[in-house]
Every structure is written in structure tokens, then in C-alpha cells.
């Protein structure tokens, strides 16, 4: 089952700009993941926020979350062509080894 | 950090015959492989949970005859599409996770199928 929903779909921006990209979901959570997807490919990990965590940096990456509104943002900061990928929030509901529910992505062009 | 490898990453195959996809943890032990389908330009959808030793467990509507799953070992699944047909056609992912890296799971590089 879905857990909630990307937004935007889709997204278009000039290289060096900043993307934005927002995650709601519908159950509780005990961590939030992002991943990145290239066209054909697999999905990779990109970073993590916990449920007691509402703010986190990696690199160009800033992540945010608030629980009481089930949601999340991903920002990617001085874009570049290469970031031109899928990406998708997941969210991990229990402790444990259990799977991850995808949200639907956003689809980010970058343009040089 | 780790790698999982998937094959073959791309087959083609006619109705009515069966595929087999491999999933491979190369520098870590997986108890557990989950396996997800996604059509295109669409989320990834969890089809089931490989559980090395046991049966899976599948998601609903998922047909377990149809989808059949092995974890026959520590380091390897595999998912066999039986009597395919071209709605089976598909990108079939797996992943996992490895207790090194904590909770975030490492995926294949998938494998588009596509039925005649």
C-alpha cells in the first residue's frame, strides 16, 4: 500500500537553483528515509530523520519533519544536472527488520 | 557501503514461460530480502518479504504461486515469475538491509521484464 503522497510529481529547474520536495504520509512513523532513483535503476539512500528529529543536514541535503502535520521535506541546495533523478520518501512504522512504504517520488529535472 | 546485486537487469521473455531473478547480498548476511515491483514513472509497490530458512510472507493481492519466492541461503533470493504473461511486465526490485548501516535498506539495480 502507498503511504502517501509526493509533491510535486514533477519538477523542473535551472542548474544552481534549489529543489524542494514534500512527503506526507498517514500512519506513525519511526524514521523517515529518502531515496534518489536514475532512470532504469535501483534506489539509493540518501538520508534518514527520526521521529524525535526535525530538522537534518547532509551535504547539500537538508531534510525536515514534523509529525504532527505527517510530513516531510527535502531540499537540495545549488542544483546540479547530475541531480537529475527520482526521488522518493519511505517510511519505516516499526522497529525492526520490516519493509519500507514508498511514497509516490517527485521526478526532478535539472537543466544546464 | 553495501551491495546488492541483481540479475539479469534486463529479460525478455514469451507467454507462458518462467523467469527467474536473483538478489545477492556480496559483503553481508540478509536474513530478510524484500522484493517490490514499480511500473513505470510509479512508486515502488512491496510485493513480499524473503525470510532466509522460510516461507515469504506477500502482500495482498500478490498470487504466491504466481510469484514464487526462495531464500534458500544468507546471501541469495530468488523471485520466479511463473507462466508469465504481459501483464506480469514489470521492474522488480529487491533490497536489503545490513546491520552494519541500521535502518536503511540497499537496493539491486533491478530487473526490467518485459512479456510477449
Known amino acids: 500500500s502507498q503511504q502517501g503522497e509526493e509533491d510535486p510529481q514533477a519538477l523542473s529547474i535551472q542548474e544552481g537553483e534549489n529543489a524542494t520536495m514534500n512527503c506526507s504520509y498517514k500512519t506513525s512513523i519511526n524514521n523517515l528515509q529518502w531515496y534518489r532513483q536514475n532512470s532504469g535503476r535501483g534506489l539509493v539512500h540518501l538520508i534518514l530523520?527520526?521521529?524525535?528529529?526535525r530538522e537534518k543536514h547532509s551535504g547539500r541535503l537538508r531534510v525536515t519533519l514534523d509529525t504532527s502535520k505527517k510530513s516531510s521535506s527535502l531540499l537540495i541546495t545549488a542544483s546540479r544536472a547530475a541531480d537529475t533523478a527520482s526521488y522518493f520518501c519511505a517510511t519505516d512504522g516499526r522497529s525492526g527488520n520490516t519493509p519500507l512504504v514508498f511514497g509516490k517520488g517527485t521526478r526532478l529535472s535539472v537543466i544546464a | 557501503g553495501a551491495v546488492v546485486s541483481q540479475h539479469p537487469s534486463r529479460v525478455i521473455c514469451k507467454s507462458g514461460t518462467s523467469v527467474k531473478i536473483e538478489c545477492r547480498s556480496l559483503d553481508f548476511q540478509a536474513t530478510t530480502m524484500f522484493w517490490y515491483r514499480q511500473f513505470p514513472k510509479q512508486s515502488l509497490m512491496l510485493m513480499a518479504t524473503s525470510n532466509e530458512g522460510s516461507k515469504a510472507t506477500y502482500e495482498q493481492g500478490v498470487e504466491k504461486d504466481k510469484f514464487l519466492i526462495n531464500h534458500a541461503s544468507l546471501t541469495l533470493s530468488t523471485l520466479t515469475v511463473t507462466s508469465a504473461h504481459p501483464e506480469d511486465s514489470s521492474f522488480y526490485i529487491c533490497?536489503?538491509?545490513?546491520?552494519?548501516?541500521?535502518?536503511?535498506?540497499?537496493f539491486g539495480s533491478g530487473t526490467q521484464l518485459s512479456v510477449l
Open positions: 530523520i527520526r521521529s524525535n528529529e
Open positions: 533490497s536489503a538491509r545490513d546491520v552494519r548501516e541500521g535502518e536503511k535498506l540497499f
